[in-house]
């Protein structure tokens, strides 16, 4: 189904290079070699296309599109990505690019702008996950709406809320969410895990080249071993303050899965990743919790 022959109509830009960008029809993932029109990220695109298919590969483009008398045009989809674009400039532009860009990964995902170093910095000490919208923002979020009391309103909020930040554990977290609410409704008992596995199932049957992604596999190897051990590691904590346990059980229980995935993707793989994720990454948590209320 991904590889069909197809021409395409209409195509939205979803990555700009020198010489060269990436575009997008529904899941399908196209490379322009040309360089003859002026867009940006979230534009569409119209005109005559030519399409060079290739073979399914590791690329994952269809096939090399030409296109000729381009139009290009903008939608909502559009407004939100350059909104999104917007927020993060003014971000940098108030608080110096620094800041500005590592408060606009932490808030709205981006992580394009963020400097070489501190990225060095966060990889070597294994936090770099702490940069993407996780679970954790969708739970603030439902216990703030929650609280609010606005009922089935609150998941079409969170759904518009995924559908602005575009990432993979956010709408992995939105498919459990709907999962969850699915089962109560019709008097099941949600499984969680049978839901990361329907949301893990229905993401990579509409995009199959996500599963290539090292957010994908670490966001869900990281959800499922704290399905499986969460529980089990906390209960052997019992002397310890409950707030210090349940950071660390959770923290431990993440990294049964997806240290092995961190390891073989970082060479240069330092101790410190074990001190970030211990310490650093619980203290996130609180600070996040706490400016959240």
Request: include cysteine; hydrophobic fraction near 40%; charged fraction near 15%.
């Amino acid at each position: 189904l991904y590889y069909r022959p197809h021409t395409p109509e209409e195509v939205r830009v979803i990555k700009t290079y020198s010489g060269s960008m990436v575009v997008q029809e529904g899941f399908r993932k196209y490379l322009i070699k040309q360089d003859v029109f002026d867009c940006h990220e979230g534009d569409l695109v119209r005109g005559t296309f030519e399409v060079e298919f290739l073979s399914p590969g590791g690329s994952g483009y269809v096939g090399n599109l030409i296109i000729g008398k381009p139009e290009i045009t903008t939608d909502f989809r559009s407004s939100l990505i350059s909104f999104k674009k917007y927020v993060a400039d003014e971000l940098m532009s108030k608080y110096g690019y620094d800041n500005g860009s590592l408060m606009s990964s932490l808030v709205l995902g981006i992580k394009d702008d963020i400097s070489e170093r501190r990225a060095g910095d966060m990889k070597s000490m294994g936090i770099m996950h702490i940069l993407s919208i996780s679970g954790f923002h969708f739970a603030l979020l439902e216990n703030l709406l929650q609280k609010l009391k606005l009922g089935r309103k609150s998941i079409i909020i969170m759904g518009f809320y995924a559908y602005f930040i575009s990432s993979i554990p956010g709408y992995r977290t939105l498919l459990t969410i709907i999962y969850r609410n699915s089962a109560y409704y019709f008097r099941r008992d949600p499984d969680p895990v049978t839901g990361v596995f329907i949301a893990m199932f229905i993401q990579t049957f509409l995009c199959p080249y996500i599963i290539f992604k090292i957010g994908f596999l670490l966001t869900y190897l990281s959800t499922l071993g704290i399905l499986l051990f969460h529980q089990k590691i906390l209960s052997t904590m019992h002397h310890l303050p409950s707030s210090v346990s349940t950071s660390l059980s959770l923290t431990m229980s993440a990294l049964s899965l997806s240290f092995p995935i961190i390891i073989s993707i970082s060479p240069e793989f330092s101790l410190g990743v074990f001190i970030g994720n211990m310490v650093l990454v619980p203290l996130y948590a609180v600070f996040t919790y706490l400016s959240f209320c």
